[in-house]
């Protein structure tokens, strides 16, 4: 297979500017003009930037985009204003015939870099609203959400120069491969320098696009750790989501989903909504997927989009919020949500007794320079706590919950520790019933066309498996 070149910032401008139908504005706040100082320098400006400016006073900022209610500026809903004005200001003035075969771009970002005392990470907003050509009567658009890494303002400046030109770049040339497009923002770029934990895709160009699998691509590519979706489907930043919330959250493959899943789930919240300070309105609930469960699930390590958007679809439909993360183990999604609760509100995880076993499980933690005490550290924080889901060992017609299960000897003492102390409590509300399901089980039943699954699944959503023939299933005709 042949190696594609990857072009420098320098060089892809070039390209823009040398196309004759390619031409925009640029409006940047917060960071300087970095992006359009690469077209600039790259020679032939004139050819694609009509306008470029920074209206950096809020004031200023305020008379041309509008007054903010919430005073907040770095925001996508700023963004918006920005690319909506900036594209009706290119419709309204660019009218003479030269520009009639002109493709017209409004590039903007909203952003604010790393302050001097190192407190406030740099973050912001990068858009690109486009047409592919003059005769489209409505626009393409590409938003998405940034960190930064580095650890001085100009860097970041700089990074966010070269982000924009790949965006830019990636519109025009890789439009019609959105997992390209997206894997050429970090061209030149390093994970280490900035992280992209959003991105949303719209527009004609884009109408079969699902934005869930390009927040996934986001997770498998490495781009970031953590993709969120609403029941209804639509992207969320983790971070507007989840900031000073209390969380709840239960991991598992959800492959179907089951009445054992919704036990669980139900039985740990009521437990954490008994919790200080825990309500309906101040707490957000997460139904996880990790990575690794599903490329296990796919087949020969790829990853089955269908079979993702199936499992996420279900649990939408049942009202919840889906998180897809690359956290194998649980301290690290623990230390991921404490960097919204700021140890000021309650993490709750909802799991069973397999999970917890392994989580006392020193091998699993190897790699750690301070080994199962680190974990331990992030994992068991003062406002951390397990609920723990029982199970039923029918071999031994004994049913294991907090105060039976056996943890090797070398970290026992551990474990009471945190037993004693409310870290880890039991779900006592539950349905004896539902311990014997096994989701392995029903797969074979879904996949084999076999009678009594349905009753497995809570309702409406053995109908939803059916009728789009989820997970193997099929229709059994009968010819008579």
């Known amino acids: 297979m042949a190696l594609e070149q990857v072009l420098t910032p320098k060089q892809k401008a070039l390209e823009i500017n040398l196309n004759p139908k390619i031409y925009g504005s640029f409006a940047e706040i917060g960071a300087g003009q970095e992006t359009v100082r690469f077209f600039y320098r790259a020679g032939a400006a004139s050819g694609t930037v009509a306008k470029a400016m920074s209206a950096y006073d809020k004031e200023m900022s305020d008379s041309i985009y509008g007054v903010e209610e919430n005073r907040r500026y770095v925001t996508q809903a700023r963004l918006k204003k920005m690319l909506d004005h900036e594209m009706e200001l290119m419709k309204e003035r660019l009218i003479d015939d030269h520009y009639k075969e002109k493709a017209f771009f409004t590039y903007a970002n909203t952003v604010t870099t790393i302050d001097y005392s190192k407190k406030n990470e740099g973050q912001g907003w990068i858009g690109l609203r486009f047409k592919l050509n003059a005769e489209e009567e409505k626009a393409n658009e590409i938003i998405f959400h940034v960190k930064f890494k580095e650890n001085t303002a100009q860097l970041q400046q700089e990074t966010l120069g070269v982000l924009g030109v790949n965006l830019i770049y990636g519109a025009y ?12 923002l970090y061209d030149t770029l390093d994970k280490d320098q900035l992280e992209i934990d959003m991105i949303n895709f719209r527009g004609p160009q884009f109408k079969y696009v699902d934005n869930r699998l390009m927040s996934l691509q986001l997770v498998k590519n490495g781009m970031t750790d953590v993709a969120v979706f609403n ?14 919330k209390n969380i709840f959250a239960i991991r598992g493959s959800f492959r179907p989903f089951m009445n054992v899943n919704m036990d669980m789930f139900k039985g740990g919240l ?4 008994q919790e200080d300070n825990v309500r309906t309105d101040n707490t957000e609930i997460l139904f996880e997927i990790t990575l690794s469960n599903l490329i296990a699930s796919g087949f020969e ?12 679809d279900i649990i939408g439909s049942l009202g919840h919020n889906v998180i897809i993360s690359n956290f194998s183990e649980y301290y690290k999604l623990v230390d991921y949500f404490s960097k919204f609760t700021r140890n000021q509100t309650k993490i709750g995880l909802a799991m069973g007794v397999n999970n917890l076993v392994e989580i006392f499980n020193e091998q699993y933690y190897a790699d750690l320079p301070g080994g199962i005490m680190e974990a331990f550290g992030k994992l068991f924080k003062k406002n951390v706590k397990v609920y723990l889901y029982p199970y039923l060992d029918k071999q031994k017609d004994i049913l294991l919950t907090s105060k039976n299960l056996q943890v090797s000897d070398n970290v026992h003492e551990l474990y009471k520790y945190f037993l004693y102390n409310g870290r880890i409590q039991d779900i006592l509300n539950y349905n004896r019933g539902y311990l014997d399901s096994y989701s392995r089980r029903i797969l074979e039943k879904i996949a084999n066309a076999e009678q009594d699954w349905e009753n497995e699944c809570p309702e409406g959503v053995a109908d939803m498996i059916k009728d789009r023939g989820m997970f193997g299933y099929k229709l059994k005709y009968i010819l008579e």
């Open 301 to 312: 390590g790829e990853l089955n989009e269908r079979d993702f958007l199936d499992r996420a």
């Open 270 to 273: 009521e437990i954490f909504k």
């Open 173 to 184: 040339y890789y439009h019609d491969n959105p997992r390209k497009l997206i894997k050429s």
């Open 231 to 244: 029941p209804q489907g639509k992207n969320i930043l983790p971070a507007d989501l989840l900031y000073k």
